[in-house]
């Protein structure tokens, strides 16, 4: 684990970033956020902490049972010097339905947003103002009975903690190649494909491994009933390029409706793309990209932003798309989500939840 800095009081100033290449995972700030919950007292006991490592019962239930759900979003340095949490009412949303879906109480979204803001509050002075560093945060709740009976905790405790965050994929922005996964798929019709469980996470590993020997980035999951339609890549959503319109997979309950999905889907439609939510299979894709109807594609998410895909291996054949490299409507994508996210163009949608420092 990272070593801390001084557990000072929450609103002590650093006086300079720590944090000069980052990457992605492990540039951990100094605190974190807690709040417990219990049938007789709900939701209580909230406060700011030191970051440090917890002591856990080895029969604690989420650790046997995957009672775990998390979030993930990214707080930005504004041209004002202040700081700024992108979309996280939707992150709070999306977070009570994975509760919902794994029989855990619901987290009142006023009491989500007030950890978040405390810790981003304590910490952001440990984001540079280096436009490729972003703070990245971790809201996580899990069940806390220490009791090996197989049924829901009584007892839940929730989380927040940050990192100071680069580049996904590395500090450069470069077209990622990925391994469509043929033998594993990530979710199937009815399970939790649709919601941020830890439990959906832990089994992508082995095919990540196997894209990761074949020497690509990330492995993209089909359908798991016909094993022919794309659904994701990795945790990330993906889109396609036609022309003008810009396409990408239906939620079908079994890919994460991604807030980052949302917000390209309307920055597209804003400049004056068309969007379409559609089906397209493997060999669909292979014959598109041949013929150049598909000119670009690229991943979409919190941590990877937007990513473009420029290579495909597959059994049935490997395949390129387009040049190869990020094309220019991911580009102009890219860079208009960008610019909405670090405050400088206009938040006509009210996404950017600012955050009162000391």
């Avoid at 190649?177 to 996470?201: I, Q």
């Avoid at 079908?252 to 991604?258: F, K, V």
């Avoid at 798309?321 to 009210?350: E, W, Y």
């Amino acid at each position: 684990m990272t070593a801390l800095l001084d557990p000072t009081d929450a609103t002590t100033t650093v006086q300079a970033p720590t944090h000069t290449s980052p990457g992605h995972g492990d540039a951990f700030t100094r605190h974190m956020y807690s709040l417990n919950y219990s049938p007789d007292r709900g939701w209580h006991d909230g406060q700011l902490l030191p970051l440090a490592e917890m002591s856990l019962h080895p029969a604690t239930i989420g650790l046997h049972y995957a009672q775990v759900i998390f979030e993930g979003m990214k707080a930005f340095r504004q041209p004002d010097g202040g700081v700024a949490v992108f979309r996280p009412l939707e992150n709070a949303r999306r977070f009570n339905r994975s509760a919902a879906r794994l029989a855990m109480p619901a987290l009142p979204e006023r009491l989500y947003l007030d950890g978040v803001e405390q810790v981003v509050a304590a910490d952001q002075n440990e984001l540079s103002d280096n436009p490729d560093h972003s703070l990245y945060l971790r809201p996580l709740m899990f069940g806390t009975d220490v009791n090996l009976m197989l049924r829901p905790s009584e007892n839940y405790r929730f989380l927040v903690m940050a990192f100071v965050a680069g580049g996904f994929f590395g500090d450069t922005v470069e077209a990622v190649s990925v391994l469509v996964s043929r033998e594993h798929t990530r979710a199937m019709p009815g399970g939790t494909g649709d919601v941020k469980c830890a439990a959906n996470y832990g089994p992508s590993f082995v095919a990540q491994r196997a894209a990761q020997e074949a020497g690509c980035a990330q492995v993209v999951w089909l359908d798991s009933v016909e094993h022919r339609w794309i659904e994701e890549m990795g945790g990330m959503n993906l889109f396609f390029v036609r022309g003008d319109t810009i396409c990408t997979s239906p939620l079908t309950g079994t890919l994460l409706p991604g807030v980052t999905r949302d917000s390209l889907l309307r920055i597209a439609a804003r400049l004056g793309y068309g969007v379409e939510e559609s089906k397209l299979s493997v060999d669909q894709w292979r014959a598109d990209c041949a013929s150049g109807a598909i000119s670009e594609v690229f991943a979409c998410g919190t941590a990877a932003v937007v990513t473009p895909v420029g290579a495909v291996r597959d059994r049935d054949g490997d395949f390129t798309i387009g040049g190869g490299g990020m094309g220019p409507v991911t580009a102009r994508l890219r860079r208009a989500l960008m610019d909405v996210q670090q405050g400088r163009s206009a938040d006509v949608d009210g996404w950017l939840h600012h955050v009162r420092t000391p």
